[in-house]
């Protein structure tokens, strides 16, 4: 290419982004010998990394062997959903498990321990260069771009994450649109950590993830959460973008704030302090957001930027799903190197290990439940059906009224048929 | 030939943005990753130009901790060569005094021949601007400060001198120290071609007392007359936003001037 | 029922991030076309403000940006160039 610098080192693999995806597959791959780059746009590893706050660890454990140092805050042995009417109440569902599946933790933290694995297993990270593009010789990616710089390799993997301009320089996906993506808003309020077991009712290690649904999204398809660490609480809000474009009227980080005061949380959120406000886009509609292929001559396609998201409407699975999706790159590259061939339909059974995974199983169990967020009644007509439900129930000066007459009155006071209801119950239950 | 230069810059805390507590007003520290002191970014422009016109070399040369060879990094990655880090537990809790005699015996022993030290004016967490007036007085070389440019006629430098109202020219022998006038120039990014060399060849050297010999009576907290009797924190002045008002800059500009004066800033 | 009051400004949330501010844009905005906007979206939706409506049309600001791309996909007027900031500056998180 013209004006190009081309380095003369080259690498085996060079890959695009140091979040889990990136790090996980540079890890597998440095460990089996490959000769493996990960350039990164931020100062440091996991200086440009934020998410909701828990990580499924099943996954991990497979990916990295010395799991047992992955900076844990706390192990989730408690989930909670609650539905907000409004700022003021809320009608909770509380689990309690037994084995905890997942821990909270900074994405900071776990990506620089991820970065630390990848290194010590001889990767070389590259901080302080965005990519700009692949390199392409005779239609194949055989390299990458920063700029006027050319760091040549025999295959790339793109870890790029959600915002993904890479890909749509080399024009492999278009532009995202409001309807695929969602925005994420979040705090962390730092305390003590036995500040925040007494606020939670926790014992030492133990964590929370609770999740609101209705008044704490301005009504908008999406959530809120809250994740407890060691000595702090993660707290944020999910909007589905195109649905906020016009539900959201004031500002949207007022939905953080409103969160952060309403008095259903006053309780917990005591003498916190804000030590970090955050955002970030997530896929949304994973389908539509997956680029056509996840393998090409030279390039395979990994994590957020491949759609490879779980939204299970009351939890993400994003960073071990990113994680394995990496993992899984690099043992295709593994098998394509062997035969010496890096085309696409050499590499292609990434995508069939992809599909045989936990990761797209799940996606595909899980696929539905999308459909229901999108209808909206999750997040407006069903909080308020059911505080009509609640306050017939518990605040009848005439005394509480039988749960199916409080359903049935509060359904007709909210125009919505109670079979439709059921129904829509059903649907739900089905497609979790 | 060419100009052997040896910038001398300093890896601080990034107070840029200062972090205050929202609720009651008060720093927050934690967790501040250090930045090279953006002032000698500037000055490692500066250098990378004066080399881009004459050839030679660039040395970056810090005392501090181990930790600081992220800052060379970053510099390596913006087309520095070289960096020297001077480390020894021995050279901590250096005031200005203490911090130059140890940079310009490093230069002294371990240096074999240079043309142009150049520093920033001042750095982001101290600000004394005393090091670069101090190393050329322990070196016994000219010093000029603000400098805006610098070129290079028969075997001198001819350097400009930016001062309030007024420039200076300036011609001197080398080798000689200057510290390059803050916001003079922008610093050009990091490409991955440099960085890719900073994190793959580690073109750093490292030096301790083992090697350098200095008297630990001259260096860190030993040598530092400095007593800093008491740090005062300002409290927090309440910000008012306001969106300047008026259809053209005029407007703009005499609504801003009534709105200071109102406040009586001036 | 209405949100609860405001307690704390936004820029003084936005306050306790750390940046290392670039001194040039990395996203640039063609006030031209922000003129027949429909939805001004940008102004509500930046999670940091950095966009703010005056009577002269829309004002943006980079230095507060956390670099997370919702501006670029929801304007409907393709007003924005957008990239990442260059040499690992724009917003370094801790804790998240
Ligand atoms: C608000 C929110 C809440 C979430 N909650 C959860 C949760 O609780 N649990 C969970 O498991 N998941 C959660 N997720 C999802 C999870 O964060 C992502 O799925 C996961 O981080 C994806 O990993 P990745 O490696 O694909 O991409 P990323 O983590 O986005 O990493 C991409 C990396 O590439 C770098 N990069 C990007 N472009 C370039 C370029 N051009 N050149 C060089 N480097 C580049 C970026 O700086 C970044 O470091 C949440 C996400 C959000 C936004
Ligand atoms: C009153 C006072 C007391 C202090 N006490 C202590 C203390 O107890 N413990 C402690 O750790 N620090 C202390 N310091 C800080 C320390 O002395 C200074 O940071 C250091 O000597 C450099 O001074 P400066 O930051 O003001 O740099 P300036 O003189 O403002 O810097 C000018 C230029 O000199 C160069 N430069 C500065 N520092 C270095 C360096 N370390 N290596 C290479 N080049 C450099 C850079 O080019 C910089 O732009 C104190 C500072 C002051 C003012
Ligand atoms: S990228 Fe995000 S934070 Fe930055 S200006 Fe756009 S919306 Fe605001």
Request: proline content about 4%; hydrophobic content about 40%; overall charge neutral.
């Amino acid at each position: 290419m013209e004006g190009m610098n081309i380095l003369d080192q080259k690498f085996d693999v060079a890959i695009v982004g140091a979040g889990p995806a990136g790090l996980s597959a540079a890890y597998y791959l440095a460990k089996k010998g490959f000769k493996t780059a990960v350039l990164e746009r931020g100062r440091e590893v996991g200086s440009k990394s934020i998410y909701g706050g828990r990580i499924y660890a099943a996954p991990l454990k497979e990916i990295y062997p010395n799991f047992n140092s992955i900076p844990v805050h706390r192990w989730v042995k408690r989930e909670r959903i609650s539905i907000m009417p409004d700022y003021e109440s809320m009608i909770s569902i509380d689990y309690q498990g037994k084995e905890a599946i997942s821990f909270t933790a900074y994405l900071t933290e776990v990506v620089k321990w991820m970065g630390i694995q990848a290194e010590s297993a001889g990767a070389t990270i590259i901080t302080d260069v965005p990519v700009t593009n692949f390199y392409k010789e005779n239609n194949k990616v055989s390299g990458v771009v920063s700029g006027e710089d050319v760091l040549r390799s025999d295959v790339v993997i793109d870890a790029e994450g959600v915002n993904r301009l890479v890909l749509e320089a080399s024009g492999i996906v278009k532009p995202l649109k409001p309807e695929l993506v969602a925005l994420g808003v979040k705090e962390v309020l730092k305390g003590e950590s036995k500040q925040i077991e007494d606020a939670f009712g926790l014992s030492q290690n133990e964590g929370l993830a609770w999740v609101f649904l209705g008044a704490a999204t301005a009504n908008t398809p999406g959530g809120a959460f809250l994740y407890t660490n060691r000595d702090s609480v993660s707290l944020g809000v999910v909007v589905l973008l195109d649905k906020a474009i016009a539900n959201v009227k004031d500002h949207v980080s007022q939905l953080v704030e409103s969160l952060r005061t309403a008095p259903a949380l006053k309780n917990y959120l005591q003498n916190l302090r804000i030590s970090e406000y955050s955002a970030h886009l997530i896929p949304e509609d994973v389908w539509s957001l997956r680029p056509e292929r996840l393998v090409y001559d030279g390039l395979l396609i990994t994590g957020d930027a491949a759609g490879l998201l779980l939204n299970a409407g009351y939890t993400y699975r994003g960073v071990d799903f990113a994680a394995y999706s990496g993992y899984l790159a690099g043992k295709a590259i593994e098998q394509a190197h062997a035969k010496g061939d890096y085309s696409a339909g050499s590499l292609s059974s990434y995508e069939s290990m992809l599909e045989e995974s936990i990761v797209i199983k799940e996606l595909k169990r899980f696929r539905k439940v999308h459909e229901v967020m999108k209808n909206g009644l999750l997040f407006e007509k069903y909080p308020k059906i059911m505080s009509g439900v609640m306050k017939r129930m518990f605040e009848n000066s005439d005394g509480p009224s039988k749960a199916w007459d409080a359903i049935n009155e509060s359904c007709k006071e909210n125009q919505y048929s109670m079979l439709k209801l059921l129904i829509d119950g059903y649907r739900m239950v089905r497609s979790l | 030939m060419g100009l052997e230069i040896i910038l001398l810059f300093k890896y601080v805390p990034n107070t840029t943005t200062v972090n205050v507590d929202p609720n009651t007003g008060t720093l927050i520290r934690e967790g501040v990753p250090s930045v090279v002191n953006p002032h000698d970014l500037v000055a490692a422009e500066f250098a990378l130009r004066l080399k881009e016109k004459y050839g030679g070399r660039i040395r970056a040369m810090i005392m501090a901790p181990p930790s600081a060879t992220k800052g060379i990094e970053y510099l390596v990655g913006m087309g520095v060569d070289e960096g020297i880090l001077l480390t020894d537990r021995a050279y901590g809790g250096a005031d200005t005094l203490a911090t130059s005699y140890v940079i310009s015996q490093a230069i002294k022993k371990v240096v074999d021949h240079y043309d142009l030290i150049v520093a920033g004016q001042e750095t982001l967490d101290s600000s004394t601007a005393h090091i670069g007036a101090q190393v050329s007085s322990w070196l016994g070389i000219p010093y000029v400060y603000y400098v805006t440019e610098a070129e290079l006629q028969d075997g001198h430098m001819i350097l400009t001198r930016q001062l309030e109202t007024y420039v200076e020219k300036y011609r001197v022998k080398l080798p000689a120290l200057i510290s390059v006038l803050m916001h003079t120039l922008q610093p050009r990014d990091v490409t991955l071609k440099n960085k890719m060399k900073a994190v793959t060849q580690k073109p750093v050297k490292v030096y301790t007392n083992n090697e350098l010999q200095l008297n630990t009576l001259c260096t860190g907290l030993k040598g530092s007359p400095t007593i800093v009797a008491k740090t005062e924190f300002i409290g927090k002045i309440p910000r008012k936003m306001q969106v300047i008002q008026g259809k053209t800059p005029e407007e703009m500009v005499s609504w801003l001037i009534s709105k200071l004066k109102e406040e009586k800033v001036i | 029922m209405s949100a609860p009051e405001r307690k704390l400004r936004l820029t003084d949330i936005i306050n306790v991030n750390i940046w290392d501010v670039d001194s040039k844009p990395h996203i640039v905005v063609n006030y031209d076309k922000c003129k027949n906007c429909p939805t001004k979206a940008c102004v509500r939706l930046c999670p940091t403000g950095c966009y703010t409506e005056t009577e002269n049309g829309i004002l943006f600001s980079y230095e507060g940006c956390v670099e997370c791309g919702t501006c670029r996909v929801v304007c409907p007027m393709e007003a924005i160039t957008w990239t990442f900031p260059k040499s690992g500056k724009g917003i370094f998180y801790r804790f998240s």
